[in-house]
Structure formats: C-alpha cells, structure tokens
C-alpha cells in the first residue's frame, strides 16, 4: 500500500506565501518523478511543477519565477513553495508521484487527496 499526504494549504492574502508538502509513505521500493497538479470547478487537472529524482524541474508558465518545487529523497517528501500568490491561483493541488512498490517491476500513479489554497483578500 502506497499513500500520499498533503499537507500546507489554506487562505492567504494576494502577494503572500505558502507552502504545501506531500510525503509518500508504505511499501516504496523508489520514488521516481513528482510533481504538483491543481483543479478548479469546471477546469482540467493542470501541471503546476513536477521534480524528477535526479531534481531537475518544469513549471507551467504561469508560474514561472514564482513557484519552487524540491524534494527530499531520503523523506520521500516533494515540496512546493509558493509565493507572490495571485486570485487566480486559487485551487485544489493535488500530488502525484510515480511509484515503484516492493515487489513490484513496474511504476504505478498516485495521487494525493488534495488540499485547498485559496488567495483571496
């Protein structure tokens, strides 16, 4: 059994900052890509950023300069800090990670349940 927990949103006033955490935990053989997703009502899943296990990063444009994914390998642990947060930055952010379990030869998607940041003033 493999899971992923968010944790660090909430409401925040325009220009100010957060930051989310998501720890996979269970049988994990090794943590491949991570990365960030966020959804509104009506709206596709988007990429926000997404970390490979060697770091390196990709960010949706909007963004750019803003927004900084890292991971802690040893935790199992991808990060994402955000600052000069915008209205339309508001969403749920989900996690994903790509996942080989215990026993396993291929690597599966997982997704975090999904945590609430709202910008607003």
């Known amino acids: 059994q493999v899971q992923l927990v968010e944790s660090g949103g909430g409401l925040v006033q325009p220009g100010g900052s957060l930051r989310l955490s998501c720890a996979a935990s269970g049988s994990i053989f090794r943590v491949n890509a991570m990365g960030w997703f966020r959804q509104t009502p009506g709206k596709q899943r988007e990429l926000v950023a997404a970390?490979?296990?060697?770091?390196?990063?990709t960010y949706a444009d909007s963004v750019k300069g803003r927004f900084t994914i890292s991971r802690d390998n040893a935790k199992n642990t991808v990060y994402l800090q955000m600052s000069s947060l915008k209205p339309e930055d508001t969403a749920v952010y989900y996690c994903n990670a790509e996942i080989v379990s215990v026993g396993m030869r291929v690597p599966l998607n997982y997704w975090g349940q999904g945590t609430q940041v709202t910008v607003s003033s």
């Open positions: 970390i490979t296990s060697g770091g390196s990063t």
